[in-house]
């Protein structure tokens, strides 16, 4: 087609993607492309702006890594992440779930553990937490032989594969539900911690005058054959960024009653102090078990990064 108007740019954009044989690809991408060109005449978007906008989107992609990925990143911090996991697990986002995005730091292959094992592997500072998981479906029956994936950062804000100085796979682990879709295992309590922002989300996040926190969680992501792959995050109910998390994560029942437990004997001999627990049971639903695409692939060397804190404005 000759364009002789704006208009007709969106016309001949649509008519080449009717060309494509995957029904699904044309619609997702006809709708894409609708909704793009809308948005560009809707801001009336100028050319210096759009010059801009492609150097972000080309900096995303020059700012991931085998070991970070600043476009997952982006999609948090957006609550694209997050749609898109309430559109796509039990009532579609109108009904609670205990699913959640799957975030920027899942590796694949973390070691199996046995149950009431530590996933602790290498000297880490933090309060003894003990977890008892449970899975059930979505009739409340217990989904025996379930495999359940842990993960979370240090109290000092750093998954391992950020920081060298952590061994490789420390604080991450897998597990095999019981006859009961029971799981448990030890670690520490988790702390919250800021996002990266040394790359084009930083510049989103500052541009807003929001914090780069998230409160502390969990990670858990739930598979077996016959079930929806389940993916999900336990917030520590005592986190003071619950309502302000900076990827907007937080649904209220994903909110943990992570117990703080004072001069009582810990499930453990050695453990002397204080300690925490936290009991909670997932739902997952009838689908496919298929694994997500990792995010991430290795772990990172050299010196441990600067973590940066934006404060709330």
């Known amino acids: 087609m000759i364009i002789e108007n704006q208009e ?51 900096r995303l992609g020059q700012k991931t890594s085998e070991t970070h990925n600043e476009v997952v990143l982006a999609c948090g911090s957006l609550g694209v992440s997050n749609l898109v996991c309430l559109l796509n697990n039990v009532g579609a986002g109108q009904t609670e779930t205990t699913a959640n995005m799957l975030g920027p730091f899942w590796r694949m292959d973390a070691p199996p553990s046995e149950n009431g094992a530590s996933i602790v592997r290498s000297p880490t500072p933090g309060t003894p937490l003990f977890v008892d998981a449970r899975v059930k479906d979505t009739r409340g029956r217990a989904v025996p032989g379930a495999e359940v994936d842990v993960w979370h950062s240090s109290t000092e804000g750093f998954y391992e594969n950020q920081d060298p100085g952590q061994a490789d796979m420390n604080l991450r682990g897998k597990f095999t539900a019981d006859a009961e879709g029971r799981v448990h295992f030890r670690t520490i309590k988790p702390a919250g911690y800021p996002i990266p922002v040394d790359g084009p989300v930083g510049d989103l996040v500052r541009a807003q005058y929001r914090h780069n926190m998230r409160p502390a969680h969990l990670h858990f992501m739930i598979t077996k054959p016959g079930y929806k792959t389940h993916i999900s995050q336990v917030y520590v109910n005592d986190d003071p960024n619950l309502e302000t998390d900076v990827q907007f994560g937080v649904t209220r029942a994903l909110i943990g009653d992570y117990v703080r437990h004072v001069d009582e004997p810990a499930p453990a001999p050695d453990v002397e102090g204080d300690w925490y627990s936290l009991d909670f049971t997932f739902t997952i639903q009838p689908g496919e078990a298929r694994l997500p695409r990792p995010p991430i692939t290795g772990k990172a060397e050299g010196a441990r990064p600067d973590l940066e804190i934006l404060e709330r404005g």
């Open 8 to 58: 007709q740019v969106t016309e001949a954009v649509l008519s080449e993607l009717r060309r494509a044989d995957d029904p699904r690809f044309v619609e997702i991408m006809s709708a894409a492309v609708r909704h793009l060109h809308a948005f560009v005449r809707e801001v009336r978007l100028t050319e210096p702006e759009f010059q801009k906008a492609c150097a972000v989107i080309a």
